[in-house]
């Protein structure tokens, strides 16, 4: 079956600091790979999008970078976090037009 | 890009009231799924509908496509407290990437 691993689940950094998320995927092969981040009570912002290893399509313009360095690892990360970083990070899969299994979700604090 | 918008943004029901939540599209859309997130939790997939004018139900909850496939709707008969919490529509885009609706928060008061 298929299954999504992401950590940590929670994270407290001072602004500034370098910031690592990953998320792995097992049972499937060739996914689709998501970053979303969620501020309180809010919808699902895209961040990044990855279609096969090294391919990574950037939503929107920010502070973070993502990678894919293999089929079914995803990394968000990020030189030096802002406040604004702040938010509940989720990672996703699918494939081709089917259902999106997410991870736990990373909640992170920067301070 | 393509844009997936949800109303109502809240709901504040008295248990045992119904709900319904309403997504719109721009453009046509080739299927629409439907999620749910519970408070402090990730979004769990309830369904997917492909076909015009699609009707599916999940004992209380009924989900339906549009016939021009441009909106879809989420409606839950007489809620429960274990019905709390943001249900999501998502939709794949023409590069197969999927965007997520807005997002409807609902909270059902006992």
């Known amino acids: 079956s298929q299954t999504i691993h992401q950590w940590p689940a929670t994270l407290v950094q001072p602004v500034g600091s370098p910031l690592s998320l990953e998320c792995t995927v097992e049972?499937?092969?060739?996914?689709?790979l998501y970053w979303y981040r969620q501020a309180a009570g809010r919808g699902l912002q895209l961040l990044f999008y990855?279609?096969?290893?090294?391919?990574i399509s950037s939503e929107v313009p920010q502070n973070l970078s993502a990678s894919r360095p293999q089929d079914r690892q995803f990394i968000l990360s990020s030189k030096k976090l802002l406040l604004s970083d702040s938010g509940f990070y989720l990672c996703?899969?699918?494939?081709?037009?089917?259902?999106?299994?997410f991870g736990q979700g990373t909640r992170l604090t920067v301070v | 890009g393509q844009q997936v918008m949800q109303i109502p943004q809240y709901q504040h029901v008295q248990e045992g009231e119904d709900f319904t939540t309403y997504c719109n599209s721009s453009?046509?859309?080739?299927?629409i799924q439907w999620y749910k997130q519970r408070p402090g939790g990730h979004p769990v997939f309830l369904i997917q509908?492909?076909?015009?004018?699609e009707v599916k139900k999940q004992k209380r909850l009924t989900f339906q496509f549009g016939e021009a496939k441009k909106n879809s709707s989420l409606h839950i008969t007489a809620t429960q407290t274990t019905d709390v919490g943001t249900y999501f529509c998502?939709?794949?885009?023409?590069?197969?990437?999927?965007?997520f609706g807005t997002g409807t928060r609902l909270q059902v008061f006992p």
């Open positions: 996703a899969h699918n494939r081709q037009l089917a259902e999106a299994f």
């Open positions: 049972g499937t092969s060739n996914p689709n």
């Open positions: 990855s279609v096969g290893i090294g391919q």
């Open positions: 453009t046509t859309l080739s299927n």
């Open positions: 509908l492909v076909k015009s004018g």
């Open positions: 998502a939709a794949a885009d023409n590069t197969d990437k999927l965007i």
